[in-house]
Protein backbone atom coordinates (compact mmCIF):
# COMPACT_ATOMS: atom_id res chain seq x y z
CA UNK A 1 0.00 0.00 0.00
CA UNK A 2 2.79 2.47 1.08
CA UNK A 3 4.96 1.77 -2.31
CA UNK A 4 1.58 2.75 -3.85
CA UNK A 5 0.87 5.74 -1.78
CA UNK A 6 4.13 7.75 -1.79
CA UNK A 7 4.66 8.30 -5.57
CA UNK A 8 1.14 9.81 -4.76
CA UNK A 9 2.37 12.24 -2.13
CA UNK A 10 5.37 13.65 -4.03
CA UNK A 11 3.51 13.59 -7.77
CA UNK A 12 0.88 15.51 -5.66
CA UNK A 13 2.98 17.64 -3.80
CA UNK A 14 5.21 18.54 -6.67
CA UNK A 15 2.52 19.31 -9.12
CA UNK A 16 1.09 21.75 -6.02
CA UNK A 17 4.67 23.28 -4.85
CA UNK A 18 5.00 24.30 -8.77
CA UNK A 19 1.52 25.71 -9.43
CA UNK A 20 2.20 29.38 -8.44
CA UNK A 21 5.64 29.29 -10.84
CA UNK A 22 2.76 28.53 -13.55
CA UNK A 23 0.19 30.78 -12.56
CA UNK A 24 2.82 33.49 -12.36
CA UNK A 25 3.88 32.81 -15.62
CA UNK A 26 0.39 32.76 -17.37
CA UNK A 27 -0.40 35.87 -19.34
CA UNK A 28 -2.42 38.23 -17.43
CA UNK A 29 -5.71 38.80 -18.33
CA UNK A 30 -6.91 42.08 -19.73
CA UNK A 31 -9.90 43.68 -18.04
CA UNK A 32 -8.82 42.21 -14.23
CA UNK A 33 -5.02 42.33 -14.23
CA UNK A 34 -3.49 40.61 -11.55
CA UNK A 35 -6.51 39.62 -9.59
CA UNK A 36 -7.58 37.35 -12.05
CA UNK A 37 -4.46 34.75 -11.12
CA UNK A 38 -7.13 33.97 -8.19
CA UNK A 39 -9.14 32.28 -10.94
CA UNK A 40 -6.30 29.53 -11.16
CA UNK A 41 -6.83 28.24 -7.73
CA UNK A 42 -10.59 29.46 -7.58
CA UNK A 43 -12.27 27.23 -9.92
CA UNK A 44 -10.10 24.39 -9.53
CA UNK A 45 -11.57 23.83 -6.19
CA UNK A 46 -15.07 24.72 -7.28
CA UNK A 47 -14.41 21.47 -9.88
CA UNK A 48 -13.27 19.49 -6.64
CA UNK A 49 -15.83 20.94 -4.17
CA UNK A 50 -18.41 19.18 -6.38
CA UNK A 51 -16.29 16.55 -7.24
CA UNK A 52 -16.57 15.46 -3.75
CA UNK A 53 -20.22 15.93 -3.72
CA UNK A 54 -20.65 13.73 -5.54
CA UNK A 55 -18.56 11.05 -4.29
CA UNK A 56 -20.10 11.97 -1.01
CA UNK A 57 -23.62 11.84 -2.34
CA UNK A 58 -22.52 7.91 -3.55
CA UNK A 59 -21.16 6.77 -0.91
CA UNK A 60 -23.50 7.64 1.01
CA UNK A 61 -26.35 5.99 -1.18
CA UNK A 62 -23.87 2.59 -0.80
CA UNK A 63 -24.06 3.30 2.44
CA UNK A 64 -27.91 3.04 2.65
CA UNK A 65 -28.69 0.60 0.04
CA UNK A 66 -25.61 -1.81 1.15
CA UNK A 67 -25.10 -1.55 4.57
CA UNK A 68 -21.47 -0.90 3.61
CA UNK A 69 -19.48 0.79 6.43
CA UNK A 70 -16.59 1.38 4.15
CA UNK A 71 -18.30 3.68 1.64
CA UNK A 72 -19.60 5.71 5.39
CA UNK A 73 -15.97 6.00 5.65
CA UNK A 74 -15.70 7.37 1.80
CA UNK A 75 -18.65 9.56 3.05
CA UNK A 76 -17.22 11.25 6.11
CA UNK A 77 -14.26 11.98 4.45
CA UNK A 78 -15.62 13.19 1.09
CA UNK A 79 -17.98 14.84 2.80
CA UNK A 80 -15.11 17.16 5.11
CA UNK A 81 -13.33 17.75 1.75
CA UNK A 82 -16.68 18.87 0.45
CA UNK A 83 -16.51 21.94 3.40
CA UNK A 84 -12.98 22.12 2.77
CA UNK A 85 -12.45 23.15 -0.61
CA UNK A 86 -16.33 24.62 -0.22
CA UNK A 87 -14.91 27.18 2.46
CA UNK A 88 -11.44 27.76 -0.40
CA UNK A 89 -13.99 28.76 -2.76
CA UNK A 90 -16.01 30.95 -0.52
CA UNK A 91 -13.03 33.29 0.43
CA UNK A 92 -11.08 33.23 -2.84
CA UNK A 93 -13.89 34.21 -4.66
CA UNK A 94 -14.89 37.48 -2.53
CA UNK A 95 -11.67 38.26 -2.31
CA UNK A 96 -11.54 38.37 -6.24
CA UNK A 97 -14.79 39.98 -6.00
CA UNK A 98 -13.88 43.08 -4.24
CA UNK A 99 -11.63 43.88 -6.89
CA UNK A 100 -13.44 42.63 -10.18
CA UNK A 101 -17.11 43.76 -8.91
CA UNK A 102 -16.21 46.26 -6.41
CA UNK A 103 -18.41 44.30 -3.24
CA UNK A 104 -17.18 41.27 -1.29
CA UNK A 105 -20.40 39.63 -2.06
CA UNK A 106 -24.00 39.43 -4.27
CA UNK A 107 -27.10 37.51 -3.43
CA UNK A 108 -26.83 36.21 -7.13
CA UNK A 109 -28.11 31.92 -8.48
CA UNK A 110 -24.65 30.94 -8.30
CA UNK A 111 -22.89 32.51 -5.59
CA UNK A 112 -26.36 31.94 -3.27
CA UNK A 113 -26.80 28.16 -4.08
CA UNK A 114 -22.62 27.43 -3.36
CA UNK A 115 -23.00 28.86 -0.56
CA UNK A 116 -26.41 26.71 0.40
CA UNK A 117 -24.38 23.43 -1.03
CA UNK A 118 -21.11 24.18 1.50
CA UNK A 119 -23.58 24.58 4.29
CA UNK A 120 -25.73 21.27 3.60
CA UNK A 121 -22.49 19.99 3.61
CA UNK A 122 -21.17 21.55 7.03
CA UNK A 123 -24.86 20.12 8.42
CA UNK A 124 -23.46 16.81 7.12
CA UNK A 125 -20.54 16.87 9.71
CA UNK A 126 -22.18 18.53 12.72
CA UNK A 127 -24.70 15.62 12.65
CA UNK A 128 -22.13 13.09 12.50
CA UNK A 129 -20.62 14.69 15.08
CA UNK A 130 -23.88 15.58 17.70
CA UNK A 131 -26.28 13.52 16.00
CA UNK A 132 -25.51 10.48 18.50
CA UNK A 133 -25.98 6.98 17.60
CA UNK A 134 -27.51 6.47 14.56
CA UNK A 135 -26.41 9.46 12.80
CA UNK A 136 -24.88 8.13 10.16
CA UNK A 137 -28.03 7.04 8.38
CA UNK A 138 -29.30 10.72 8.56
CA UNK A 139 -25.77 12.15 7.68
CA UNK A 140 -26.20 9.89 4.80
CA UNK A 141 -29.85 11.31 3.60
CA UNK A 142 -28.22 14.72 3.52
CA UNK A 143 -25.13 14.07 2.00
CA UNK A 144 -28.21 12.53 -1.21
CA UNK A 145 -29.77 15.91 -0.81
CA UNK A 146 -26.41 17.53 -0.99
CA UNK A 147 -25.60 16.02 -4.23
CA UNK A 148 -28.97 16.52 -5.61
CA UNK A 149 -28.19 20.34 -5.21
CA UNK A 150 -24.69 20.55 -7.13
CA UNK A 151 -25.85 20.56 -10.80
CA UNK A 152 -28.70 22.92 -9.79
CA UNK A 153 -25.69 25.22 -8.56
CA UNK A 154 -23.60 24.52 -11.83
CA UNK A 155 -26.48 25.34 -14.14
CA UNK A 156 -27.75 28.45 -12.24
CA UNK A 157 -24.71 30.67 -13.46
CA UNK A 158 -26.16 29.79 -17.18
CA UNK A 159 -29.84 30.31 -16.75
CA UNK A 160 -30.01 33.34 -14.69
CA UNK A 161 -28.56 36.79 -15.34
CA UNK A 162 -25.54 36.93 -12.55
CA UNK A 163 -22.61 38.91 -12.46
CA UNK A 164 -20.21 35.35 -11.97
CA UNK A 165 -18.59 34.57 -14.93
CA UNK A 166 -20.42 31.51 -17.14
CA UNK A 167 -19.34 28.15 -16.71
CA UNK A 168 -18.19 28.71 -21.05
CA UNK A 169 -15.20 30.88 -20.12
CA UNK A 170 -13.29 27.75 -18.69
CA UNK A 171 -13.37 26.46 -22.73
CA UNK A 172 -12.79 29.45 -24.50
CA UNK A 173 -9.24 30.10 -22.03
CA UNK A 174 -6.19 31.61 -24.23
CA UNK A 175 -3.59 29.01 -24.66
CA UNK A 176 -1.31 30.51 -22.35
CA UNK A 177 -4.23 30.49 -19.42
CA UNK A 178 -5.26 27.06 -20.68
CA UNK A 179 -2.11 25.32 -19.76
CA UNK A 180 -1.88 26.97 -16.49
CA UNK A 181 -5.39 26.26 -15.49
CA UNK A 182 -5.99 22.50 -16.63
CA UNK A 183 -1.79 22.36 -14.76
CA UNK A 184 -3.57 23.48 -11.55
CA UNK A 185 -6.86 21.33 -11.84
CA UNK A 186 -4.31 18.33 -12.38
CA UNK A 187 -2.49 19.60 -9.35
CA UNK A 188 -5.85 20.01 -7.34
CA UNK A 189 -7.01 16.49 -8.46
CA UNK A 190 -3.74 15.05 -7.45
CA UNK A 191 -4.35 16.43 -3.98
CA UNK A 192 -7.48 15.44 -3.65
CA UNK A 193 -7.37 11.80 -3.76
CA UNK A 194 -4.72 11.71 -1.49
CA UNK A 195 -6.36 13.81 1.74
CA UNK A 196 -9.32 11.74 0.49
CA UNK A 197 -6.93 8.52 0.50
CA UNK A 198 -5.36 9.67 3.67
CA UNK A 199 -9.17 10.99 5.97
CA UNK A 200 -10.34 7.30 4.73
CA UNK A 201 -7.38 5.75 6.22
CA UNK A 202 -7.91 7.83 9.22
CA UNK A 203 -11.31 6.52 9.81
CA UNK A 204 -10.38 2.65 9.35
CA UNK A 205 -8.00 2.98 11.61
CA UNK A 206 -10.65 4.26 14.05
CA UNK A 207 -12.98 1.81 13.17
CA UNK A 208 -9.97 -1.10 14.19
CA UNK A 209 -9.48 0.83 16.91
CA UNK A 210 -13.01 0.47 17.83
CA UNK A 211 -13.27 -3.23 16.99
CA UNK A 212 -10.19 -3.70 19.28
CA UNK A 213 -11.78 -2.28 22.49
CA UNK A 214 -15.04 -4.16 21.41
CA UNK A 215 -12.68 -7.30 21.50
CA UNK A 216 -10.64 -5.94 24.84
CA UNK A 217 -14.12 -6.14 26.72
CA UNK A 218 -15.04 -10.07 25.72
CA UNK B 1 -51.00 1.04 -5.71
CA UNK B 2 -54.53 0.97 -3.99
CA UNK B 3 -52.89 -0.29 -0.68
CA UNK B 4 -50.10 1.97 -0.76
CA UNK B 5 -53.18 4.75 -0.56
CA UNK B 6 -54.97 3.17 1.77
CA UNK B 7 -52.16 2.64 4.36
CA UNK B 8 -51.46 6.36 3.65
CA UNK B 9 -54.76 7.37 3.77
CA UNK B 10 -55.09 5.79 7.52
CA UNK B 11 -52.01 7.13 9.00
CA UNK B 12 -52.92 10.61 7.96
CA UNK B 13 -56.38 9.85 10.10
CA UNK B 14 -54.80 8.44 13.16
CA UNK B 15 -52.35 11.78 13.07
CA UNK B 16 -55.91 14.06 12.70
CA UNK B 17 -57.90 11.98 15.02
CA UNK B 18 -55.64 12.14 17.71
CA UNK B 19 -54.76 16.13 17.20
CA UNK B 20 -58.20 16.86 16.94
CA UNK B 21 -58.92 15.43 20.85
CA UNK B 22 -56.57 18.09 22.14
CA UNK B 23 -55.66 20.58 19.24
CA UNK B 24 -52.75 21.15 21.00
CA UNK B 25 -50.47 21.30 18.03
CA UNK B 26 -52.77 23.01 15.88
CA UNK B 27 -54.08 25.70 18.05
CA UNK B 28 -49.81 26.56 19.53
CA UNK B 29 -48.32 26.86 16.25
CA UNK B 30 -50.54 28.92 14.59
CA UNK B 31 -50.41 31.10 17.96
CA UNK B 32 -46.90 30.54 16.78
CA UNK B 33 -46.93 31.44 13.28
CA UNK B 34 -48.79 35.03 14.28
CA UNK B 35 -46.75 35.69 17.06
CA UNK B 36 -43.88 35.79 14.39
CA UNK B 37 -45.66 37.76 11.91
CA UNK B 38 -46.18 40.08 14.86
CA UNK B 39 -42.35 40.23 15.57
CA UNK B 40 -41.63 40.63 12.01
CA UNK B 41 -43.79 43.36 11.29
CA UNK B 42 -42.28 45.36 14.39
CA UNK B 43 -39.24 44.39 13.64
CA UNK B 44 -38.82 45.71 10.27
CA UNK B 45 -40.23 49.16 10.39
CA UNK B 46 -39.62 52.35 7.81
CA UNK B 47 -40.39 55.63 9.40
CA UNK B 48 -43.03 54.32 12.31
CA UNK B 49 -45.00 51.78 9.85
CA UNK B 50 -44.12 47.58 8.77
CA UNK B 51 -42.31 47.79 5.94
CA UNK B 52 -44.86 46.41 3.49
CA UNK B 53 -42.60 45.32 0.78
CA UNK B 54 -41.82 42.74 3.44
CA UNK B 55 -45.01 40.90 3.14
CA UNK B 56 -43.99 37.93 0.96
CA UNK B 57 -40.59 37.55 3.04
CA UNK B 58 -42.63 37.28 6.48
CA UNK B 59 -45.36 34.95 5.23
CA UNK B 60 -42.61 32.17 4.64
CA UNK B 61 -40.13 32.93 7.26
CA UNK B 62 -43.60 32.21 9.13
CA UNK B 63 -44.71 29.42 7.70
CA UNK B 64 -40.98 27.80 7.89
CA UNK B 65 -40.87 28.56 11.63
CA UNK B 66 -44.34 27.10 12.11
CA UNK B 67 -43.60 24.38 9.79
CA UNK B 68 -40.74 23.42 11.58
CA UNK B 69 -41.72 23.64 15.19
CA UNK B 70 -45.17 21.50 13.85
CA UNK B 71 -42.47 18.67 12.29
CA UNK B 72 -41.24 18.36 16.24
CA UNK B 73 -43.90 18.89 18.04
CA UNK B 74 -45.83 15.90 15.86
CA UNK B 75 -42.98 13.91 15.64
CA UNK B 76 -41.90 14.19 19.53
CA UNK B 77 -45.39 12.97 20.23
CA UNK B 78 -44.42 9.64 17.74
CA UNK B 79 -41.96 9.44 20.27
CA UNK B 80 -43.68 9.71 23.43
CA UNK B 81 -45.69 7.35 22.68
CA UNK B 82 -43.40 4.91 20.80
CA UNK B 83 -45.90 4.48 18.15
CA UNK B 84 -43.62 5.24 15.68
CA UNK B 85 -41.77 1.62 16.56
CA UNK B 86 -45.00 0.37 16.08
CA UNK B 87 -45.66 1.94 12.66
CA UNK B 88 -42.46 0.19 11.42
CA UNK B 89 -43.53 -3.10 12.84
CA UNK B 90 -46.93 -3.44 10.81
CA UNK B 91 -46.65 -5.19 7.62
CA UNK B 92 -47.07 -2.32 5.15
CA UNK B 93 -45.35 -0.34 3.00
CA UNK B 94 -42.41 1.63 4.29
CA UNK B 95 -42.98 5.01 1.96
CA UNK B 96 -46.83 4.53 2.35
CA UNK B 97 -46.07 6.14 6.03
CA UNK B 98 -43.92 8.84 5.12
CA UNK B 99 -47.00 10.07 2.14
CA UNK B 100 -49.83 9.10 5.93
CA UNK B 101 -47.05 11.47 7.62
CA UNK B 102 -46.74 14.30 5.11
CA UNK B 103 -50.38 14.29 4.38
CA UNK B 104 -51.21 14.75 7.62
CA UNK B 105 -48.03 17.76 8.37
CA UNK B 106 -50.02 19.35 5.27
CA UNK B 107 -53.04 19.33 6.82
CA UNK B 108 -51.66 21.42 9.76
CA UNK B 109 -49.07 23.85 7.41
CA UNK B 110 -52.85 24.30 5.35
CA UNK B 111 -54.36 25.32 9.03
CA UNK B 112 -51.17 27.92 9.88
CA UNK B 113 -51.50 29.80 5.73
CA UNK B 114 -55.07 30.21 6.06
CA UNK B 115 -54.68 32.39 9.27
CA UNK B 116 -51.44 33.77 8.60
CA UNK B 117 -52.83 34.73 4.40
CA UNK B 118 -55.67 37.08 5.76
CA UNK B 119 -53.04 38.44 8.59
CA UNK B 120 -50.82 39.71 6.23
CA UNK B 121 -53.55 40.81 3.74
CA UNK B 122 -54.57 43.21 6.89
CA UNK B 123 -51.32 43.77 8.19
CA UNK B 124 -49.07 44.87 5.13
CA UNK B 125 -52.21 45.99 2.74
CA UNK B 126 -50.91 43.44 0.79
CA UNK B 127 -53.19 42.13 -2.21
CA UNK B 128 -53.83 38.46 -0.83
CA UNK B 129 -56.90 38.03 -3.34
CA UNK B 130 -55.88 39.97 -6.42
CA UNK B 131 -54.90 36.29 -8.15
CA UNK B 132 -55.56 33.96 -5.47
CA UNK B 133 -55.52 30.56 -7.48
CA UNK B 134 -51.51 31.64 -8.15
CA UNK B 135 -51.51 32.67 -4.51
CA UNK B 136 -52.66 29.37 -3.73
CA UNK B 137 -50.67 27.27 -6.18
CA UNK B 138 -47.73 29.23 -4.95
CA UNK B 139 -48.08 28.53 -1.14
CA UNK B 140 -48.99 24.64 -1.96
CA UNK B 141 -46.29 23.96 -3.60
CA UNK B 142 -43.55 25.25 -1.43
CA UNK B 143 -45.04 24.17 1.83
CA UNK B 144 -45.19 20.21 -0.03
CA UNK B 145 -41.71 20.85 -0.75
CA UNK B 146 -40.69 22.26 2.85
CA UNK B 147 -42.76 19.33 4.16
CA UNK B 148 -41.56 16.42 2.25
CA UNK B 149 -38.08 17.12 3.88
CA UNK B 150 -38.96 17.93 6.95
CA UNK B 151 -41.00 14.82 7.65
CA UNK B 152 -38.58 12.52 6.15
CA UNK B 153 -35.71 14.45 8.36
CA UNK B 154 -37.96 14.91 11.44
CA UNK B 155 -38.89 11.32 11.55
CA UNK B 156 -35.13 10.29 10.98
CA UNK B 157 -34.27 12.92 14.30
CA UNK B 158 -37.32 10.82 16.85
CA UNK B 159 -33.97 8.77 18.23
CA UNK B 160 -30.96 10.87 17.65
CA UNK B 161 -29.52 13.25 20.39
CA UNK B 162 -30.12 16.97 20.10
CA UNK B 163 -33.09 16.44 17.69
CA UNK B 164 -34.85 19.79 18.91
CA UNK B 165 -31.43 22.27 17.28
CA UNK B 166 -30.39 19.18 14.60
CA UNK B 167 -33.93 19.67 12.76
CA UNK B 168 -33.75 23.17 11.86
CA UNK B 169 -29.84 22.81 11.08
CA UNK B 170 -30.61 19.72 8.42
CA UNK B 171 -33.24 21.51 7.17
CA UNK B 172 -33.17 24.88 6.55
CA UNK B 173 -29.82 24.82 4.11
CA UNK B 174 -31.98 22.25 1.86
CA UNK B 175 -35.40 24.15 1.60
CA UNK B 176 -33.66 27.76 1.61
CA UNK B 177 -34.15 27.45 -2.93
CA UNK B 178 -38.04 26.78 -1.62
CA UNK B 179 -38.13 29.41 0.58
CA UNK B 180 -36.36 31.68 -2.07
CA UNK B 181 -38.56 30.89 -4.64
CA UNK B 182 -42.16 30.68 -2.62
CA UNK B 183 -40.67 34.12 -1.68
CA UNK B 184 -40.29 35.88 -5.17
CA UNK B 185 -43.68 34.35 -6.91
CA UNK B 186 -45.16 35.77 -3.72
CA UNK B 187 -43.97 38.92 -3.97
CA UNK B 188 -44.60 39.36 -7.98
CA UNK B 189 -48.15 38.49 -6.90
CA UNK B 190 -47.96 40.93 -4.34
CA UNK B 191 -46.83 44.14 -6.55
CA UNK B 192 -49.20 46.53 -7.79
CA UNK B 193 -50.29 45.00 -10.92
CA UNK B 194 -49.41 41.54 -10.26
CA UNK B 195 -46.53 39.53 -12.29
CA UNK B 196 -48.21 36.30 -13.43
CA UNK B 197 -45.43 35.25 -15.60
CA UNK B 198 -43.09 35.94 -12.86
CA UNK B 199 -44.96 33.60 -10.71
CA UNK B 200 -45.59 31.33 -13.32
CA UNK B 201 -41.66 31.04 -13.81
CA UNK B 202 -41.43 30.67 -9.79
CA UNK B 203 -44.46 28.41 -9.26
CA UNK B 204 -42.40 25.83 -12.41
CA UNK B 205 -39.42 26.16 -10.51
CA UNK B 206 -41.51 24.89 -6.98
CA UNK B 207 -42.73 22.03 -9.15
CA UNK B 208 -39.25 20.97 -10.16
CA UNK B 209 -38.01 21.02 -6.48
CA UNK B 210 -41.04 18.96 -5.31
CA UNK B 211 -40.52 16.08 -7.83
CA UNK B 212 -36.55 15.79 -6.46
CA UNK B 213 -37.50 16.55 -2.93
CA UNK B 214 -40.50 13.75 -2.94
CA UNK B 215 -38.72 11.21 -4.90
CA UNK B 216 -35.47 11.58 -2.90
CA UNK B 217 -37.64 11.49 0.33
CA UNK B 218 -39.66 8.25 -0.69
CA UNK B 219 -36.22 6.58 -1.87
CA UNK B 220 -34.68 6.80 1.61
CA UNK B 221 -37.52 6.31 3.89
CA UNK B 222 -37.23 2.83 3.93
CA UNK B 223 -33.34 2.03 4.68
CA UNK B 224 -33.67 5.44 7.16
CA UNK B 225 -35.97 3.98 9.38
CA UNK B 226 -34.56 0.30 9.15
CA UNK B 227 -32.49 -0.46 12.21
CA UNK C 1 5.46 7.19 6.23
CA UNK C 2 3.58 8.94 8.39
CA UNK C 3 7.09 10.93 10.44
CA UNK C 4 8.25 11.85 6.48
CA UNK C 5 4.87 13.85 5.96
CA UNK C 6 5.85 16.89 7.66
CA UNK C 7 9.15 17.07 5.49
CA UNK C 8 7.31 16.75 2.29
CA UNK C 9 5.23 19.55 3.30
CA UNK C 10 7.85 21.78 4.20
CA UNK C 11 9.98 20.81 1.60
CA UNK C 12 6.33 21.71 -1.03
CA UNK C 13 6.48 25.16 0.45
CA UNK C 14 9.72 25.81 -0.36
CA UNK C 15 9.54 26.34 -3.95
CA UNK C 16 6.51 28.05 -3.71
CA UNK C 17 7.74 30.17 -1.62
CA UNK C 18 11.36 31.17 -4.14
CA UNK C 19 8.93 30.92 -7.15
CA UNK C 20 6.51 33.65 -5.51
CA UNK C 21 9.92 35.76 -4.13
CA UNK C 22 11.11 35.71 -7.97
CA UNK C 23 7.68 36.25 -9.73
CA UNK C 24 7.26 39.01 -11.71
CA UNK C 25 5.00 42.11 -10.44
CA UNK C 26 2.19 41.03 -12.86
CA UNK C 27 1.23 42.85 -15.85
CA UNK C 28 2.66 46.28 -17.37
CA UNK C 29 0.77 47.92 -14.83
CA UNK C 30 -1.32 51.02 -16.14
CA UNK C 31 -1.44 52.46 -12.56
CA UNK C 32 2.18 52.58 -11.71
CA UNK C 33 3.43 55.22 -14.34
CA UNK C 34 2.02 58.94 -14.31
CA UNK C 35 -1.21 58.24 -15.97
CA UNK C 36 -3.72 62.00 -15.78
CA UNK C 37 -6.30 61.57 -13.36
CA UNK C 38 -8.98 62.37 -15.62
CA UNK C 39 -7.98 59.30 -17.98
CA UNK C 40 -8.26 56.97 -15.31
CA UNK C 41 -11.33 54.57 -15.51
CA UNK C 42 -13.94 54.92 -12.27
CA UNK C 43 -12.81 53.73 -8.60
CA UNK C 44 -11.86 50.00 -9.48
CA UNK C 45 -8.32 51.35 -10.51
CA UNK C 46 -7.94 52.07 -6.48
CA UNK C 47 -8.32 49.01 -5.00
CA UNK C 48 -4.42 47.17 -4.89
CA UNK C 49 -4.86 43.89 -6.25
CA UNK C 50 -1.81 42.49 -4.92
CA UNK C 51 -3.27 41.94 -1.17
CA UNK C 52 -6.23 40.52 -2.21
CA UNK C 53 -3.84 37.77 -4.35
CA UNK C 54 -1.54 36.92 -1.58
CA UNK C 55 -4.15 36.78 0.96
CA UNK C 56 -6.09 34.52 -1.38
CA UNK C 57 -3.11 32.07 -2.13
CA UNK C 58 -2.14 32.46 1.50
CA UNK C 59 -5.73 31.51 2.85
CA UNK C 60 -6.02 28.20 0.30
CA UNK C 61 -2.16 26.71 1.46
CA UNK C 62 -2.94 27.43 5.38
CA UNK C 63 -6.16 25.74 4.79
CA UNK C 64 -4.77 22.95 2.80
CA UNK C 65 -1.99 22.53 5.42
CA UNK C 66 -4.01 22.93 8.89
CA UNK C 67 -6.06 20.12 7.01
CA UNK C 68 -2.98 17.69 6.40
CA UNK C 69 -1.44 18.80 10.09
CA UNK C 70 -4.63 17.98 12.02
CA UNK C 71 -4.70 14.14 10.10
CA UNK C 72 -1.11 13.73 10.69
CA UNK C 73 -1.41 14.46 14.54
CA UNK C 74 -4.41 12.27 14.41
CA UNK C 75 -3.35 9.47 12.67
CA UNK C 76 -0.37 9.16 15.31
CA UNK C 77 -2.33 9.38 17.86
CA UNK C 78 -4.48 6.60 16.72
CA UNK C 79 -1.62 4.47 15.61
CA UNK C 80 0.12 4.61 19.65
CA UNK C 81 -3.29 3.87 20.57
CA UNK C 82 -3.34 0.95 18.42
CA UNK C 83 -0.42 -0.36 19.26
CA UNK C 84 -1.01 0.23 23.04
CA UNK C 85 -4.32 -2.08 22.44
CA UNK C 86 -3.29 -5.09 20.15
CA UNK C 87 -0.27 -5.17 23.03
CA UNK C 88 -2.69 -5.35 25.75
CA UNK C 89 -4.84 -8.15 24.20
CA UNK C 90 -1.73 -10.02 23.14
CA UNK C 91 -1.10 -9.94 27.03
CA UNK C 92 -4.71 -11.57 28.22
Same mark, same amino acid.
Request: net charge positive; hydrophobic share 60%.
Given at each position: ??????????????????????????PP????GL??????????? #?????????????? @???? !?????????????????????????? !??????????????????????? @???????????????????????????? #??????????????????????????????????????????????????????? !??????????????????????? | ????????? /??????????????? &?????????????????????????????????????? &?????? *??????????????? *??????????????????? +????????????? $??????????????????????? $????? *??????????????????????? +???? +??? &??????????????????????????????? *? +?????? /???????????????? | ???????????????????? =?? =?PAGPPSTQGD???????????????????????? =???????????????????????????????????
Amino acid at each position: MARVFLPLVLVAMALFAAAPLVVANAPPEQTMGLVQKIFYYHVPS #AMLMFVSAFVCGIA @SAVF !LFRRSAAADRVALAAGELVVLFGAIV !LVTGPLWARKAWGVWWEWDARLT @SSLLLWMIFLAYLLVRRFGGPGSEKLAG #AMALFGMANVPFVYVSVNYWRTLHPKTSVVMTLAPGMRAAFWFCVAAFAALYVLL !LTLRKRLEDRQAEVEQLYLAAED | MRQFLRVAW /VVMRKDLTVEMRSRE &IVYTTVFFAASCVLVFAFALVREGRPLEDAAAGILWIS &IAFAGT *LGLGRTFERERHTET *LRALMLAPSDRPAIYVGKL +LGILALMAIVEAV $LVPMIGLLFHAPVLARPLWLVAL $LGLGT *LGFASVGTLFAAMLVRARSRDVL +LPVL +LYP &ITIPVIIAGVRGTAALFQATPDEPMARFWAA *L +LVFFDV /VFVTLSLWTFEPLMTE | MKRLLPLIVLCALLPGALTL =AQ =APAGPPSTQGDFVPVNQLPAQTEQLPAAPLLMGAY =AFVWVALLVYVWSLWRRMTKLEHELADLRRRLQKL
